[in-house]
Antibody
Framework: EVQLVESGGVVVQPGGSLRLSCAAS????????MHWVRQAPGKGLEWVSL????????YYADSVKGRFTISRDNSKNSLYLQVNSLRTEDTALYHC??????????????WGQGTLVTVSS | DIQMTQSPSSLSASVGDRVTITCRAS??????LNWYQRKPGRAPKLLIY???SLQNGVPSRFSGSGSGTDFTLTISSLQPEDLATYYC??????????FGQGTKLEIK
């Protein structure tokens, strides 16, 4: 069974930093691209970032470019998101999601429950 | 940048009703359109990928259709457990960053 478990969400002041983690199990982690997707309170889903299976390719939403860094450790079946220079508008539930891959890249076939980041003074 | 527009933004229907949600892309995305269900307090769940392929384990009352710019998610017979917000998402471009704004489905 595929499981994705996020952690690391806390209350942080504007300008602060933190690292989110996602522990993956139930599939061959280093075969798949992985994503972070967030949902702010009362808002819709917003894609944040992706990293290729080998970590060589990364992409970011314009809203987080230059402030967030995605990474992975395939030896630990783990995905990370380093978030810096946090703004109040970064307050959201952050989900990691597995890419379906194959003939349908860019499809998020499994999601974690999410970890809540609250940016507030 | 590809914009995804869903309609309606909310709807209310009765158990047993046929429900249709539409999604329009600002440019052709072939069949690279996916649908997700977000129940309150739960992780989002993939329902349909490639416009019409049903994800494993998803009830057959859910179906998807369309290609190019216009797509539809249909629930053939609404069930109480279908209370959720539904999102479309394009996977035509890299990164696959565009979701629709969501359709909140309520049960009468």
């Amino acid at each position: 069974e595929v499981q994705l478990v996020e952690s690391g969400g806390v209350v942080v002041q504007p300008g602060g930093s933190l690292r989110l983690s996602c522990a993956a199990s139930g599939f061959i982690f280093d075969d798949y691209t992985m994503h972070w997707v967030r949902q702010a309170p009362g808002k819709g889903l917003e894609w944040v970032s992706l990293i290729s299976w080998d970590g060589d390719k990364t992409y970011y939403a314009d809203s987080v470019k230059g402030r967030f860094t995605i990474s992975r450790d395939n030896s630990k079946n783990s995905l990370y998101l380093q978030v810096n220079s946090l703004r109040t508008e970064d307050t959201a539930l952050y989900h990691c999601a597995k890419d379906r891959g194959g003939s349908y890249p860019g499809v998020f076939d499994y999601w974690g429950q999410g970890t809540l980041v609250t940016v507030s003074s | 940048d590809i914009q995804m527009t869903q309609s309606p933004s909310s709807l209310s229907a009765s158990v047993g009703d046929r429900v249709t949600i539409t999604c329009r892309a600002s440019q052709s995305i072939s069949s690279y359109l996916n649908w997700y269900q977000r129940k309150p307090g739960r992780a989002p769940k993939l329902l349909i990928y490639g416009a019409s392929s049903l994800q494993n384990g998803v009830p057959s009352r859910f179906s998807g259709s369309g290609s190019g710019t216009d797509f539809t998610l249909t629930i053939s017979s609404l069930q109480p457990e279908d209370l959720a917000t539904y999102y479309c998402q394009q996977s035509y471009s890299t990164p696959p960053e565009n979701f629709g704004q969501g359709t909140k489905l309520e049960i009468k």
